[in-house]
């Protein structure tokens, strides 16, 4: 079993910065993989990033430059390093968790609120 929990979300303005954590309780976060995920208002959830437990990172297309994926196995904890930060990234961002290292995402955050204004 394991629980995500994700941090660092909030209110910025266009064009600052934001970190957010996913940290895991359970003993087999070094062996998943971890997924970043965002829902926007009124959009289907869309994948963002992922940090494959080789250590390989995978962005999608729009994410490339702007977002960078990180994580810290002694911490359990993997981030999701956001730049230059736009209205329409303003989203639900949540974090999952694959079973080992299968491409399924099993275990799912709450998720953090990210909110840029203008």
């Known amino acids: 079993q394991v629980q995500l929990v994700e941090s660092g979300g909030g209110l910025v303005q266009a064009g600052g910065s934001l970190r957010l954590s996913c940290t895991a309780s359970g003993r087999a976060f070094s062996t998943s993989n971890i997924g970043w995920f965002r829902q926007a208002p009124g959009k289907e959830r869309e994948f963002v990033a992922a940090s494959t437990w080789a250590g390989d990172s995978r962005y999608t297309d729009s994410a490339k430059g702007r977002f960078t994926i990180s994580r810290d196995n002694a911490k359990s904890t993997v981030y999701l390093q956001i730049d230059s930060l736009k209205p329409e990234d303003t989203a639900v961002y949540s974090c999952?968790?694959?079973?080992?290292?299968?491409?399924?995402?099993?275990?799912w955050g709450q998720g953090t609120q990210v909110t840029v204004s203008s």
């Open positions: 999952a968790a694959s079973k080992g290292g299968s491409i399924a995402y099993y275990y």
